[in-house]
């Protein structure tokens, strides 16, 4: 890319109001997209879902306009966008039922993936599917993206003081969906 | 009242994430779990979502950075473009309100004036008049027609 190209790029971005260049919205997608489509997936139970929404969480965060002190902030600021997007979407599914049921399509395909763990994906699917949106939001953060109680929090536009309580209870409550209550 | 955490926990969770749970962990950790409500949940949810996340990260077709880019450029343009309009909407909102007051203000001015007007016009032969100035009316009827059709052709087409 030509000093002309980044100019222009520059320019264009400005003029439609985004706040990051080409450049470093690939670089961000290219990190993120993959974790953001697992999430929105999780959450919605619809990979077809998941695919337009996650199109709609990074325009929406470029549209967002805000300034971040850091990529970790950055990245919050995202998964808040796709929490309240895959909220929004099951709203509208809970309004005009089509017949999917959160985790079947995912369950579908992710047996048709790996063969090999077919039951074991079935389960945590199943089990996933029966929690809270909530909780599954904060479990998949925690153990699947390696988020702290801060970053469950500001993704998921809560309290930080009440995450340690509440992840333990969502916890508590998969453990025992999975069979393993330890009790 | 039930603990929320453990100062193990940390522990357990990477051995997890690192499929290093139950068998290649030390011993005394594995006993202490086996006794803790927290590291034995912590073990068992985050080796399953671990498994989940693996299997869906390797799911999705994503579309290229540069084409979500581009289609986020274009509805950013669509939607300032749209943005910038709607000032121009308001002010001829505001500028067809004041009109309409100046009309009422001009009206209520020459009301009298009107009143008489209109006296004065059922007095008068319309037909015999009409057939006196016909090219006139028929002049002044198509200007009323033409320029309002014309000037909304014009603003349909922006």
Known sequence: MTFTDVSRADAISAEAGLVMDEESFRAFYERNARSVWAYLARL????????????????????????????THRRNALYR?????????????????????????????????????????????????????????????????????????????LKPGSMKLMLFRARRRLASLLGKDTR | MPRYECEFEAEVLAAAIQSRWPDRVDPAL?????????????????????????????????????????????????????KAARPITATQLIAGAC?????????????????????HLATIDAPGLLAQHGALAAGIGAVLVLVPAAAWLALRKE
């Open chain 1, 44 to 71: 919605t139970g619809d990979r077809y879902a998941a695919d337009d929404l996650l199109q709609e969480a990074f325009y929406r965060f470029l549209r967002a306009g805000s300034a971040y002190e850091s990529e």
């Open chain 2, 30 to 82: 594995r006993e202490h779990a086996s006794k803790c409500q927290v590291c034995s949940d912590v073990a068992v949810v985050a080796a399953a979502i671990d498994t989940a996340r693996e299997e869906t990260r390797e799911l999705p077709v994503l579309p290229d950075a540069g084409r979500v880019w581009w289609v986020a450029q274009m509805r950013a343009r669509r939607e300032a473009a749209l």
């Open chain 1, 81 to 157: 966008i796709a929490t309240n997007l895959a909220r929004d979407a099951r709203r509208r599914v809970l309004s005009h039922p089509v017949g999917v049921i959160a985790g079947d399509d995912i369950e579908k395909v992710a047996g048709r993936q790996a063969a090999g763990s077919v039951d074991q994906s079935a389960d945590v699917t199943r089990a996933l599917s029966r929690l809270k949106p909530r909780e599954r939001a904060m479990l998949w953060l925690a153990y699947a993206e390696g988020a702290s109680h801060n970053e469950i929090a500001e993704a998921l536009g």
């Open chain 2, 99 to 119: 009109a309409v007051g100046l009309l009422g203000a001009c009206f209520g001015a020459t009301s009298a004036w009107f009143q008489e007007s209109l006296h």
